[in-house]
């Protein structure tokens, strides 16, 4: 059970984090939320979430259509989870009134005033939105160091590693990316999604369904144990694999055993339904729900009055629920609840994958970076650790944003959290330390060495009107509020025996009228001194000093002091939030520096300028003072390090500069290199000479091998065909492409086929006795070139010949002197729609060189082919990689591994298939081709600028094609043709994490009809429209979709007979 979970855990939500990054991307194709609001304690903690709000748009979490707000409790005062949702409707009303209507909404349906919005319209405006609400506010007393941040934005570096330049994942991430997945569940009527701050709650999300008109609630089934200490959802019927959906019959609170028996809660294997948190209202309750929030202004005046609170989990839910109606009448405007949300129901939707992740204490955030989670932990990121001889850093401890000097010991299982540790600190095992900066002066010239023991926290939080840090700690279990004269500890020592050690007495710490009760929330223990003193009294008082002469307590009683309750309400957010940013900029700064001084820019530096730039003041400077290095990398491994990497750095660079005059030249050679690269890398002997009018080479030097029987001066008339078939590719596209396939291997698995009965591309070339060129193609272009010395690079991009131009270069042709004496008749082309993706241009570029090098008696192999056809796109400017002209050159199915180094080396492994498995995969294969016209160059000049980012995400995704397309190979070796299409569909999944825009709302549409009958579907090569593969689950399902495809009017496509091409 515990692998199954860590399993469920990893997969659950790298598919989240992948939906969350495509609907950000692009939200009108995958549909994202229009509105996210986070509740607060008080103003300043809202401004503090409005900057973590700017954050998660400016690094990718949020689209930048997603309108955000951050809703404080009026006055500062908690009014409850219930009554602070009424409250963010109504602000959102507010803000969506304009800023002159800041407090007032019409009650009035047909008529408003010049300051006000009739009622009726603003409802209809709110009720058609997409709202995602997160409950953030509250103060945190199980988790104190996360109370200044807030819960929710607490480091949870899970999948860290996927993005290792990027920045730090906050428990805020993982939910948005688990949220983004339940937005599906809304359609095209809005609604509302509540969530809570303090749990992840790991599920497919996917799959949830909400009966419309309703509130919903989302369960899973959890042992008595664990419901006896939290909310527990009383269902019409017990959920099964055939319904997750029932009614809610009651509602209870942290019941008993008895009280689950008596109220029919038992599931039939003697579990309950726990309440996760997670509210979904739509429909009726949803209009019901704003119209009630729209004029709760005297509600919660009401509640601010008489200091009382509505929750939303016993309180406002409760008026769904018809059971509990007599009791919520009973609470605080409990009628008024009843009255006009109880017209509707609730339903519970059970959850039976759900991994309910809490981080409700401190021990709880560690156990899930230590536990079943420890596997997706990132423990080293965005961080400057010394040496192993220099310090004492346990493997697994977690060290994130923070900087650690020599002399540092950190132990086993620690959290370490945008700290600055200096020399001489030591931090024991299963500790927490966050926001600690200490002075090299406080630690300098001094024998005193801080230790922080095991199981302890440790932080330090700017006051408001103060320049000095306080420094605050307390032992891991320690529970803020439990009583002193009960089991209350400090420091992991019941408080009797801490007041005995250090001599303090209670009234020290709670004055001699404490009508509220003794807890460490409200013990006036924390010192404001300077910093080195603040030290000197955090080791006395958690009971680790041997000095004994009084001096201690005589310095902490005559200090300041401050409880955990007065901190809370005095942090100084703007100085926390630019404390952390510039601490952040200053780490991603120097980890640029060191990758310049010392490596192989292995490092996304664009990523890393993006947290440089976080600081305002200095960041444009900081990274003008990192550009002003970058003109000796080239000299530093002139052999090694590529130019296309050292060019893309310096234009990164130049970006986070804001100087595009010299970004825009520097992009140019960006993509001169990579031409240059992969000419050196694929032809072994061929030289460039640069245009001094352009960074494309004019010219070709060829390899006298490849045509050494020239032409003879005296005319002889010669005619050649050529004739190829266009490919279908499964998985390992992208690993083809330069520059990758330049520096890393690359595999791809695909299949040559015909259309219709015949071979889709093709070419004929024949020799003239008049000299010069004459170019036609299949669309009725034509082209007369008497002198062939003007063709020369660069090409037009609209120029229709581009691609026989550039056959003509690489074959060498137009330097050989051959045309000088003899004229061609050249005449191309593709039977096939444009735009197909079945790798069209390459496979007739392919025939083209093909046919050059036959009428030239040159070397005519499909692997001399094969790299020409890659140079020659370069020349184009199309880019493009490998498998296009392997798919169309070579036979039937096979699978190709190309090796990096000069020459590139490819490897072309024939798949020696069945007769039946070519039978089923001709039955149950589909080639639709869906009308959308698509442009390959486009999207891949988006990724392989990503990839000479080193875009983390990016090279990650193309090795996973890569292990794809060896699965594909084994399970079609297998005649596994299921398992194929699972490779497919994973495939199509990283296409659109490589690009979004690989897909339209089209295909969308196409896949998701075509579903229910298909085993894996995908769009060929790069994406972006054209050819579709749908691989049916049996015949018969090829049959039915096939039937229903041609009978749909929403889907006017064409599916194309085809057959493997097993033969030359």
Same mark, same amino acid.
């Given at each position: 059970?515990?692998?199954?979970?860590?399993?469920?855990?990893?997969?659950?939500?790298?598919?989240?984090?992948?939906?969350?990054?495509?609907?950000?991307?692009?939200?009108?194709?995958?549909?994202?939320?229009?509105?996210?609001?986070?509740?607060?304690?008080?103003?300043?903690?809202?401004?503090?979430?409005?900057?973590?709000?700017?954050?998660?748009?400016?690094?990718?979490?949020?689209?930048?259509?997603?309108?955000?707000?951050?809703? *404080?409790?009026?006055?500062?005062?908690?009014?409850?989870?219930?009554?602070?949702?009424?409250?963010?409707?109504?602000?959102?009303?507010?803000?969506?009134?304009?800023?002159?209507?800041?407090?007032?909404?019409?009650?009035?349906?047909?008529?408003?005033?010049?300051?006000?919005?009739?009622?009726?319209?603003?409802?209809?405006?709110?009720?058609?939105?997409?709202?995602?609400?997160?409950?953030?506010?509250?103060?945190?007393?199980?988790?104190?160091?996360?109370?200044?941040?807030?819960?929710?934005?607490?480091?949870?570096?899970?999948?860290?590693?996927?993005?290792?330049?990027?920045?730090?994942?906050?428990?805020?991430?993982?939910?948005?990316?688990?949220?983004? /997945?339940?937005?599906?569940?809304?359609?095209?009527?809005?609604?509302?999604?509540?969530?809570?701050?303090?749990?992840?709650?790991?599920?497919?999300?996917?799959?949830?369904?909400?009966?419309?008109?309703?509130?919903?609630?989302?369960?899973?089934?959890?042992?008595?144990?664990?419901?006896?200490?939290?909310?527990?959802?009383?269902?019409?019927?017990?959920?099964?694999?055939?319904?997750?959906?029932?009614?809610?019959?009651?509602?209870?609170?942290? *019941?008993?055993?008895?009280?689950?028996?008596?109220?029919?809660?038992?599931?039939?294997?003697?579990?309950?339904?726990?309440?996760?948190?997670?509210?979904?209202?739509?429909?009726?309750?949803?209009?019901?729900?704003?119209?009630?929030?729209?004029?709760?202004?005297?509600?919660?005046?009401?509640?601010?009055?008489?200091?009382?609170?509505?929750?939303?989990?016993?309180?406002?839910?409760?008026?769904?629920?018809?059971?509990?109606?007599?009791?919520?009448?009973?609470?605080?405007?409990?009628?008024?609840?009843?009255?006009?949300?109880?017209?509707?129901?609730?339903? $519970?939707?059970?959850?039976?994958?759900?991994?309910?992740?809490?981080?409700?204490? %401190?021990?709880?955030?560690?156990?899930?970076?230590?536990?079943?989670?420890?596997?997706?932990?990132?423990?080293?990121?965005?961080?400057?650790?010394?040496?192993?001889?220099?310090?004492?850093?346990?493997?697994?401890?977690?060290?994130?944003?923070?900087?650690?000097?020599?002399?540092?010991?950190?132990?086993?299982?620690?959290?370490?959290?945008?700290?600055?540790?200096? $020399?001489?600190?030591?931090?024991?095992?299963?500790?927490?330390?966050?926001?600690?900066?200490?002075?090299?002066?406080?630690?300098?010239?001094?024998?005193?060495?801080?230790?922080?023991?095991?199981?302890?926290?440790?932080?330090?939080?700017?006051?408001?009107?103060?320049?000095?840090?306080? #420094?605050?700690?307390?032992?891991?279990?320690?529970?803020?509020?439990?009583?002193?004269?009960?089991?209350?500890?400090?420091?992991?020592?019941?408080?009797?025996?801490?007041?005995?050690?250090?001599?303090?007495?209670?009234?020290?710490?709670?004055?001699?009228?404490?009508?509220?009760?003794?807890?460490?929330?409200?013990?006036?223990?924390?010192? +404001?001194?300077?910093?080195?003193?603040?030290?000197?009294?955090?080791?006395?008082?958690?009971?680790?000093?041997?000095?004994?002469?009084?001096?201690?307590?005589?310095?902490?009683?005559?200090?300041?002091?401050?409880?955990?309750?007065?901190?809370?309400?005095?942090?100084?957010?703007?100085?926390?939030?630019?404390?952390?940013?510039?601490?952040?900029?200053?780490?991603?700064?120097?980890?640029?520096?060191? /990758?310049?001084?010392?490596?192989?820019?292995?490092?996304?530096?664009?990523?890393?300028?993006?947290?440089?730039?976080?600081?305002?003041?200095?960041?444009?400077?900081?990274?003008?003072?990192?550009?002003?290095?970058?003109?000796?990398?080239?000299?530093?491994?002139?052999?090694?390090?590529?130019?296309?990497?050292?060019?893309?750095?310096?234009?990164?660079?130049?970006?986070?500069?804001?100087?595009?005059?010299?970004?825009?030249?520097?992009?140019?050679?960006?993509?001169?290199?990579?031409?240059?690269?992969?000419?050196?890398?694929?032809?072994?002997?061929?030289?460039?000479? &640069?245009?001094?009018?352009?960074?494309?080479?004019?010219?070709?030097?060829?390899?006298?091998?490849?045509?050494?029987?020239?032409?003879?001066?005296?005319?002889?008339?010669?005619?050649?065909?050529?004739?190829?078939?266009?490919?279908?590719?499964?998985?390992?596209?992208?690993?083809?492409?330069?520059?990758?396939?330049?520096?890393?291997?690359?595999?791809?698995?695909?299949?040559?086929?015909?259309?219709?009965?015949?071979?889709?591309?093709? $070419?004929?070339?024949?020799?003239?006795?008049?000299?010069?060129?004459?170019?036609?193609?299949?669309?009725?272009?034509?082209?007369?070139?008497?002198?062939?010395?003007?063709?020369?690079?660069?090409?037009?991009?609209?120029?229709?010949?581009?691609?026989?131009?550039?056959?003509? +270069?690489?074959?060498?042709?137009?330097?050989?002197?051959?045309?000088? %004496?003899?004229?061609?008749?050249?005449?191309?082309?593709?039977?096939?729609?444009?735009?197909?993706?079945?790798?069209?241009? %390459?496979?007739?570029?392919?025939?083209?060189?093909?046919? +050059?090098?036959?009428?030239?008696?040159?070397?005519?192999?499909?692997?001399?082919?094969?790299?020409?056809?890659?140079?020659?796109?370069?020349?184009?400017?199309?880019?493009?990689?490998?498998?296009?002209?392997?798919?169309?050159?070579?036979?039937?199915?096979?699978?190709?591994?190309?090796?990096?180094?000069?020459?590139?080396?490819?490897?072309?492994?024939?798949?020696?298939?069945? %007769?039946?498995?070519?039978?089923?995969?001709?039955?149950? #294969?589909?080639?639709?081709?869906?009308?959308?016209?698509?442009?390959?160059?486009?999207?891949?000049?988006?990724?392989?600028?990503?990839?000479?980012?080193?875009?983390?995400?990016?090279?990650?995704?193309?090795?996973? #094609?890569?292990?794809?397309?060896?699965?594909?190979?084994?399970?079609?070796?297998?005649?596994?043709?299921?398992?194929?299409?699972?490779?497919?569909?994973?495939?199509?999944?990283?296409?659109?994490?490589?690009?979004?825009?690989?897909?339209?709302?089209?295909?969308?549409? &196409?896949?998701?009809?075509?579903?229910?009958? /298909?085993?894996?579907?995908?769009?060929?090569?790069?994406?972006?429209?054209?050819?579709? #593969?749908?691989?049916?689950?049996?015949?018969?399902?090829?049959?039915?979709?096939?039937?229903?495809?041609?009978?749909?009017?929403?889907?006017?496509?064409?599916?194309?007979?085809?057959?493997?091409?097993?033969?030359?």
């Amino acid at each position: 059970m515990e692998s199954r979970s860590k399993a469920n855990l990893a997969a659950t939500l790298r598919r989240a984090w992948y939906h969350l990054r495509l609907s950000v991307r692009d939200p009108t194709r995958v549909p994202t939320w229009d509105i996210i609001i986070l509740t607060a304690s008080s103003p300043e903690q809202a401004e503090l979430f409005n900057w973590q709000l700017a954050r998660a748009k400016r690094v990718g979490r949020i689209a930048p259509s997603t309108l955000t707000l951050a809703v *404080p409790d009026p006055l500062g005062q908690r009014i409850g989870s219930g009554a602070a949702t009424l409250n963010s409707i109504l602000a959102l009303a507010n803000h969506l009134s304009g800023p002159s209507n800041c407090n007032s909404v019409s009650s009035a349906s047909n008529e408003s005033s010049n300051n006000e919005i009739p009622l009726l319209q603003l409802v209809e405006l709110i009720s058609k939105k997409h709202i995602l609400l997160l409950h953030a506010g509250g103060d945190s007393k199980r988790v104190p160091w996360a109370n200044p941040m807030g819960k929710v934005f607490l480091p949870l570096p899970y999948l860290a590693e996927d993005d290792a330049d990027g920045p730090v994942p906050l428990l805020f991430d993982h939910i948005l990316a688990i949220a983004s /997945c339940a937005r599906q569940a809304f359609q095209n009527e809005g609604g509302m999604f509540v969530m809570t701050g303090d749990v992840l709650p790991c599920f497919d999300a996917f799959s949830i369904v909400l009966p419309e008109d309703t509130a919903s609630i989302v369960t899973v089934p959890i042992t008595l144990d664990i419901a006896s200490n939290h909310g527990v959802i009383v269902a019409s019927k017990s959920p099964n694999d055939n319904s997750s959906i029932a009614l809610v019959k009651n509602l209870l609170q942290k *019941p008993t055993i008895e009280e689950l028996v008596e109220n029919q809660a038992m599931l039939s294997d003697g579990r309950t339904l726990l309440d996760t948190g997670i509210i979904a209202v739509r429909g009726k309750a949803w209009v019901d729900l704003v119209t009630l929030a729209c004029s709760c202004l005297s509600m919660v005046s009401n509640l601010l009055q008489s200091k009382q609170e509505m929750s939303l989990y016993e309180d406002l839910v409760a008026a769904w629920v018809p059971a509990k109606h007599e009791w919520l009448k009973q609470r605080p405007l409990g009628e008024e609840l009843v009255t006009r949300l109880g017209k509707q129901q609730m339903f $519970t939707y059970c959850a039976f994958d759900l991994l309910f992740l809490h981080f409700g204490t %401190s021990s709880e955030v560690l156990d899930h970076l230590s536990g079943a989670g420890s596997g997706l932990v990132g423990r080293r990121h965005l961080c400057s650790i010394p040496a192993t001889t220099e310090s004492d850093v346990a493997a697994s401890s977690i060290i994130v944003s923070s900087k650690i000097a020599p002399g540092v010991s950190i132990g086993e299982d620690s959290l370490v959290y945008d700290s600055s540790i200096s $020399t001489g600190i030591q931090i024991g095992s299963q500790s927490i330390v966050v926001s600690v900066n200490v002075p090299t002066q406080a630690m300098a010239g001094n024998s005193f060495r801080f230790s922080l023991p095991d199981r302890h926290c440790l932080w330090e939080v700017p006051l408001v009107g103060r320049v000095e840090r306080v #420094l605050v700690y307390c032992g891991l279990h320690d529970n803020p509020k439990s009583s002193f004269l009960k089991d209350g500890t400090f420091c992991g020592k019941p408080w009797n025996k801490v007041l005995d050690d250090l001599g303090i007495q209670d009234a020290d710490l709670w004055g001699k009228n404490e009508s509220n009760g003794k807890f460490l929330w409200n013990a006036k223990i924390f010192p +404001l001194l300077s910093y080195s003193e603040m030290l000197l009294l955090a080791t006395w008082l958690m009971g680790l000093s041997d000095k004994d002469d009084g001096s201690f307590l005589y310095l902490w009683k005559r200090s300041d002091r401050i409880t955990l309750e007065e901190l809370h309400r005095s942090i100084d957010f703007s100085k926390m939030w630019l404390n952390s940013t510039n601490h952040q900029a200053v780490i991603a700064s120097e980890i640029v520096m060191a /990758c310049l001084k010392f490596g192989l820019l292995g490092r996304n530096l664009s990523q890393l300028c993006r947290e440089i730039l976080q600081e305002d003041a200095t960041g444009v400077e900081l990274c003008k003072n990192i550009l002003s290095a970058c003109h000796k990398l080239q000299l530093k491994n002139p052999h090694i390090l590529p130019k296309s990497r050292t060019h893309q750095v310096h234009l990164d660079l130049l970006r986070a500069c804001n100087d595009d005059v010299m970004a825009s030249k520097m992009e140019q050679k960006v993509w001169a290199a990579v031409a240059d690269e992969t000419a050196s890398a694929v032809r072994y002997g061929f030289r460039e000479n &640069l245009s001094r009018s352009s960074s494309w080479s004019h010219s070709i030097v060829h390899d006298t091998s490849s045509s050494s029987n020239t032409l003879d001066q005296s005319f002889q008339c010669r005619k050649v065909k050529v004739e190829l078939p266009v490919r279908v590719d499964f998985s390992g596209g992208w690993s083809d492409t330069p520059p990758w396939s330049l520096e890393r291997s690359g595999c791809v698995l695909n299949m040559a086929i015909t259309l219709e009965g015949s071979l889709p591309v093709g $070419t004929i070339i024949e020799t003239t006795e008049i000299t010069g060129l004459w170019i036609s193609d299949d669309v009725g272009n034509e082209l007369r070139i008497s002198k062939v010395s003007s063709i020369a690079t660069p090409f037009d991009i609209n120029d229709p010949f581009r691609l026989v131009k550039s056959a003509l +270069l690489v074959t060498g042709i137009l330097n050989e002197g051959t045309l000088q %004496s003899i004229g061609l008749l050249i005449k191309t082309w593709a039977n096939v729609p444009r735009g197909s993706g079945l790798g069209t241009s %390459s496979i007739l570029s392919a025939a083209v060189v093909k046919g +050059l090098l036959q009428i030239t008696n040159g070397d005519d192999s499909n692997e001399n082919v094969t790299r020409l056809v890659l140079v020659s796109e370069q020349l184009m400017g199309t880019g493009g990689g490998w498998q296009d002209q392997i798919g169309g050159l070579y036979p039937g199915i096979k699978f190709t591994a190309s090796f990096p180094g000069i020459p590139l080396r490819l490897q072309v492994t024939p798949l020696l298939a069945s %007769s039946r498995l070519i039978e089923e995969l001709q039955q149950r #294969l589909l080639v639709v081709f869906t009308g959308q016209v698509r442009v390959a160059h486009q999207v891949l000049q988006k990724v392989v600028i990503r990839y000479l980012r080193r875009d983390n995400l990016l090279a990650s995704s193309i090795k996973r #094609l890569i292990e794809l397309a060896k699965i594909g190979r084994e399970a079609l070796m297998n005649c596994n043709i299921d398992e194929v299409g699972n490779v497919m569909l994973e495939a199509w999944r990283l296409h659109q994490e490589l690009d979004p825009y690989c897909s339209n709302e089209f295909v969308d549409k &196409l896949f998701a009809f075509s579903d229910s009958y /298909c085993r894996g579907y995908k769009l060929v090569g790069a994406g972006g429209g054209g050819f579709a #593969l749908l691989l049916a689950k049996s015949v018969d399902s090829a049959v039915k979709l096939r039937h229903l495809l041609a009978e749909n009017p929403d889907f006017n496509v064409q599916i194309y007979k085809w057959e493997i091409f097993l033969h030359n």
